[in-house]
Structures are given as C-alpha cells and as structure tokens.
C-alpha cells in the first residue's frame, strides 16, 4: 500500500510534552497528567494559567481550526503537543505516551490488550458517569435536566456501576493479570492508572454507591489496586500538590439527590 | 522498564481472522467488517450462524468470562480472534487490523492521527446517536423511554449532528488530507471506511436530518467521502450481499417520531 500520509511528522522524542485542557476541573485531562506524574517525565500544562488555558482550549475547539501543516484538527481537549505533532482523544494520547514514558510495552499484544482495558473503562464508567448528570443536552444546565438525571442515575446505580466494577475485577482475576495488584501484567502500566482516576471520581460523584460496593466484598482487588496506585510515591506526591485540581464541575460531580433512595 | 507482559503472545500474521459480533443486526461489528471487504482479505464472521453467535457472543460476555491464558476477558462485543490473539472494542480492533490489510500505516504519527479521527466519529456521532433511544437506560425498552428519547433527539439534531459533521469537513479541509476524497492523506484508510458506516447509519436513523445536512452545502466534502466509498468495487459488492445485514434494531433505528418538528 501507499503510505495515507506522505508527509509524515518527524517528532523529537526530547521535545517537551505540552498538556492542553480546560483550567480548574481535573476532567479528562487528569488520565494524562497521572502518566506523566507516576513516570516522573516533566510536562508543561497549560491549565496552570487560567487566561492561557482558557485561550488554547478555545482556539483548539474552534469551528475554524482545521489543524496544521502537520495535523487534522481536534474536536475537543485533551490534546498533547509534542514536536510538531499535536494529537487528541484521552484514549489516544495516553497510546502515545505510555509507551514513551515506560508505562506501556512498545510492542506485542500488550499494547491491544492494555488499549482495550482503557477503551472499556473510559468508554464506559467515565462517559456513563458523566452522561448521569447530562442525560439530554451537554448544552443544558443539569439544573433543567434534573428529573432525568434522578431517573438515568438510579439505572446507573443499580446496574452499570456493578457491571464495570465486575469487569474491572475480571481483568484482575484473569491469568494475564500477573504478580501484583495490578491489571495486567507483573507491573504498574497506564490502564492501573486509568482505573485509579476512574473510581477515584466515581467515589467523588457517588461516595454511598462505591461505599457499598466496596462493604460488598466482591470487587476487592479493584480497591486493593486504587490503593496500591494512590501509595505510588510519585502519585502521592502529586495528589498532595496544587497540581491536582479539585473535583466541582465537569465529569465527576456531587449532586446528593442523585443518590437518595 | 520491565515488560508488562511477560507471556507475549505470539499472533501468527498467516492465522484466520475471526469476527465475533451479535446476528442479525449490523452494529459496531459493521466497521470490522467493513476493513476486511475493502481490503479483499478473508475473515470468518460468527454472526452468519444465528444460533452459533448467540452461543459465542453469550460465552464472551458472561460475568463467568475471566479471558484465558493470553488474553483479559472481552466486556462486550465486537471482538476479534486471530491466532491465540482475542482483542474487543471496535477503535482498537481497526488499531490491529488496519495496518495488517493496508488499510493504515504501520507506524508514525500517521497512526494516532487515524485513530484520533476515528475515535472522535465512534465516540461522538455513533454513541450518541444510540444514546437517542435509550438516554435513560440500556436496560429499558425504547417505548419506556420515548419522551425523554423525543426530548434528547431535538438537541442531538439541532447541536450535536451539525457539530459532528462540521468536524468531519473540517478534518477534510486539512493539510493533511492530501489528493482525492478521503480524510487523511491521498488514498482510502480505515478512518474514510468509519466515516461511511457513521454517515450511513445516521441517514437510516434520520434521514430528514441527514438530507438536511446535505442541502445546506456545508458538508460536500462529507458527502463526497461517502459516495466514493460507496462505490470502491469491493465494498459496492459487499452492499449488495447478503453479508451485508438490514438495519433494525441495535445503534441505528428509524423512529420517525424523534425526527418531527
């Protein structure tokens, strides 16, 4: 076959990581900053400055982007820049990173399976919790959606919170999960970290439900592998810094009511 | 860094390819399928055999399923077999094959940015699009849903369906869309055979708002991309077989009432 792109972007792998994504919430953009955090590789964010921040995202999420000499346009942050490449898409980014940073194998199957367990995660706990609180419009307040979100929450308590916490649990009890707490393999990779993050908001949005889960005694090595990530020296450290952002808007939120009988 | 999979798996590149994906409907199988027909490359799909893919999807998604000796358990279909190799979800599975049909680049930025693209279609405009008739709940019937499917429709149409099909002009309006009609460099890859699927299915699922799209001259580039997939040899044979499924239930159903004014 012919190369789909004849002009392929050279990229400097000593060239700095620059973070794009919205200031304040920790949002998707956290996925990212969790694998450069437990790998100790320094990166630039561009959410530390509010004004900055706010700028880059808007000008990447303009209708009049349509990218560079090097790149299609993003819908939507995150984004990496790296060199002269410019990607997006949380699952994406973390595709190229991870391997970079050694949370990842460059090569073999593990770079489908692991990319496959981040896939399900993201996909499924992250966008269904947010979906929870914006059952019918992202453009409505929750505040005018408000009875749905009561209705879809209930489901999503009941029935897909389990399902993804069996899952997750499923990968920890499978023979490819090795020595360790950990999802795959004998080591810490980025889909431990995925995890970390995913049930760390989950707690946040819905503490009685993941409270409940955890009493159940049926997910144990999901909460014995968020707390072996949340030990990590270099991501305890973060979590203690002003690096990490508190939760208020975005994809987890805490609405009380939606958890109420 | 040690590698997190110790027991690599070797995937025999000469090993029959091996679709598992639910009978009858087309679904997220149909983008699978898609890459082997324009391809020309042999694959076997379960879903030919009613009661043999009930029977294989069933097994794959049980609670029981803990994956095997090389592989973490799959938590829904598609899925692909290829040698001792068994990969789920569809973005990472055209990850895996594309390259391997010549349908992507094998390496460089050429690969995320296809993946970027893809991921933003399959993520956007093809779970949302399912989330009109069931924004509530999976679980639940559509007709125990209508109202707030009737309700979520109106903004998918009026906000999220214009959003989506301006990204893909915009990714056409790139540098990085070379010659010919196709998104990313100057000949067919598996993002252009994303698209049509995504676009197709949206024409049966609302097909007012679809040709609406069309007559508003904002998307050409869009409808171009479609036609000329729709007539690349192989995949018009594929159209016009019977391994082509009808659509019916699944991502893509015509309601018309979530179309009216």
Redo the contacts between chains.
Sequence with gaps: ?????????K?DDDAPYELIYWPVIPGRGEFVRLVFEEAGVPYSDVAQNIEKGMNTVKSLTS?D???????????APPALKHGD?L???T??IL??VAPRV????KE???V??????V??IL??LV?ELH?THH???I??YYEDQKE?SK??SQ?FIK?RLP?YF??MQ??L??????EGP??????L?YADLVLFQAVDGTKFAFPKSTEALKKSGEYDGVFRLYDAVKERPNISKYLQSDRRRKYSEGIWRYYPELEEE
Excluded at 1 to 9: A, H, L, N, W
Excluded at 112 to 117: A, G, S, T
Excluded at 173 to 178: F, Y
Excluded at 182 to 187: A, H, I, T
């Design positions: 076959m012919s190369q789909p792109d004849p002009k392929r972007v990229t209708t982007n349509i990218g560079d000499e090097h790149n299609p346009p993003a819908l490449l990607i997006s898409q699952p994406n595709l190229y050694g949370l990842a194998p073999g199957n593990g489908y399976h692991l990319n496959e367990i896939l399900t996909d499924g966008n979906d059952p019918i419009a453009s409505l749905e209705k879809k489901y029935e399902k069996k899952y499923r990968v009890d499978a023979k490819t999960s090795g950990w999802l795959y393999g004998d080591s990779t």
